[in-house]
């Protein structure tokens, strides 16, 4: 991974400006791929960011373009990078049941970028590069152990992991920032009491020489929980007209998450094990029910699958995206035309689901219909410019369609948002080499190469 990784330098003698920390974040943005394995989805994806982006409504004014990831990842952590990236891992995941719990997590992480601790954190060296950057953040994602000291090895990387780590006072900061922001949400504040007795728990259960990366970068979860408690217990009568959050997008994407990452034995024992807790509601056994039926369509299972999904449907009659759900089942099944009918239904009922989107595109593809997915493909596109896989399906389609040119160019910006830049390079020159190759793309080509010579310098 290090050799992979482009060293772009900022000079600096104080902390970070906002126009330095954007170009730093302006690179992590295309090579962060090569650090971590993200869960982008589209249907998780636009999940976590429009949850993000309601923090980010009530928060203010932002001096950064905010990008919220999931990390598929045991490990329970979380972190900020420079200019608004935002990081979850699936294990982190995996400890939460409500929804205002993640939310307490996103916005003490934007709290964080807004408050600026990170760009006041680098404020110890000569210089900050992109490659110390990773390093760094790498080092904070793998923990403590003999992979991540030698991701560290650098002494400006180690001093730079050091500077990410966050004190008493900027832990209370985002804390309090988090808390007004979830009550002008409309969330109860309990959401992050209970995320911080999730912390105490583990902290108290790992303490040693196992303690999880976020406790030790977001460190003192006693002191942090009685606090964000005396402020929950002094507004008590003001938080009592609070209204439970709807939990149906979490548990979905939650055990969307755990289905893609989890062994299927062990998380099938998890799912049944909680389905036999009578502490569970109805809506959270009858989301436990889907999350089996992911399992089944993974282990090709399906007409459990099928069933279970139909069971769900009938409790949740108007949440459309469990459509594409339904017809992923039938399209794995083999049986198109039932998968086409199911997602075109969700996409009708919701034009902005991308996950309907492109697995309409899927279903096209499989029809040998190119010109309707290409068209559900450049929507995906045109909405989530930097899911990667879009341009990987565009490419191939071009290319099966005999326009080498065309397909070259999207196989290279499928290559740009991997960070895989050499690649890149190579595949819009073989675009740019190519007559039938338009105009328009030539001229985007232009700017790419100079975004790449920029990513590459130094």
Do not use: C
């Amino acid at each position: 991974m290090i050799a992979l990784i482009q060293a772009t330098t900022v000079s600096r003698s104080m902390a970070l400006t906002v126009s330095e920390e954007r170009e730093i974040g302006e690179q992590l943005l295309y090579q962060i791929r090569l650090a971590f394995p993200l869960l982008d989805d589209p249907d998780i994806s636009q999940y976590i960011n429009e949850l993000g982006g309601e923090v980010l409504e009530v928060a203010g004014f932002q001096y950064f373009d905010y990008h919220f990831n999931i990390i598929n990842s045991t490990q329970f952590n979380a972190f900020a990078a420079p200019s608004g990236l935002v990081f979850f891992y699936s294990g982190l995941i995996e400890q939460m049941e409500h929804e205002n719990e993640l939310v307490s997590v996103l916005a003490h992480e934007i709290g964080h970028v807004v408050a600026r601790h990170i760009a006041k954190g680098m404020d110890k060296g000569t210089k900050v590069t992109v490659a110390t950057t990773l390093l760094a953040l790498a080092g904070l994602a793998l923990g403590v152990g003999a992979l991540s000291q030698a991701l560290l090895t650098g002494s400006l990387a180690a001093g730079q992991a050091a500077n990410l780590y966050f004190s008493r006072q900027h832990e209370e900061e985002a804390d309090l920032l988090a808390y007004g922001w979830m009550k002008k949400m409309g969330r109860h504040p309990e959401g992050q009491e209970a995320m911080l007795q999730t912390m105490r728990r583990i902290s108290r259960y790992t303490m040693g020489s196992n303690v999880p990366q976020y406790l030790l970068t977001h460190p003192h979860p006693e002191l942090r929980l009685d606090y964000v408690q005396s402020l929950v217990a002094f507004e008590q009568d003001q938080l009592a007209e609070f209204k439970d959050a709807d939990d149906f997008e979490f548990l979905r994407m939650k055990f969307r998450i755990l289905s893609l990452v989890k062994e299927g034995k062990q998380l099938r024992n998890l799912l049944l094990n909680h389905s036999s807790d009578t502490s569970k509601t109805e809506d959270e056994r009858v989301m436990l029910r889907y999350g089996l039926s992911q399992l089944d369509r993974i282990e090709n299972d399906y007409d459990t699958s099928r069933k279970l999904l139909q069971e769900v449907i009938a409790h949740y009659p108007d949440k459309s995206i469990l459509l594409v759900d339904l017809g992923l089942v039938e399209m794995e099944a083999g049986n198109k035309e039932q998968a086409l009918g199911l997602i075109q239904s969700a996409y009708e009922r919701d034009r902005n689901d991308m996950w309907a989107a492109f697995q309409l595109a899927r279903v096209w593809l499989e029809l040998g219909n190119l010109e309707k997915a290409e068209r559900y493909l450049k929507e995906v596109q045109g909405n989530m410019p930097n899911y990667s896989k879009v341009y990987f399906e565009i490419g191939k389609l071009k290319a099966s369609q005999g326009k080498k040119g065309t397909g070259s160019y999207y196989l290279g910006k499928y290559n740009l948002y991997e960070g895989r830049l050499e690649i890149a390079r190579q595949n819009f020159q073989v675009a740019w080499n190519e007559p039938e190759l338009e105009k328009d793309l030539k001229a985007d080509i232009v700017k790419i190469r100079e975004l790449i010579d920029r990513l590459e310098k130094n």
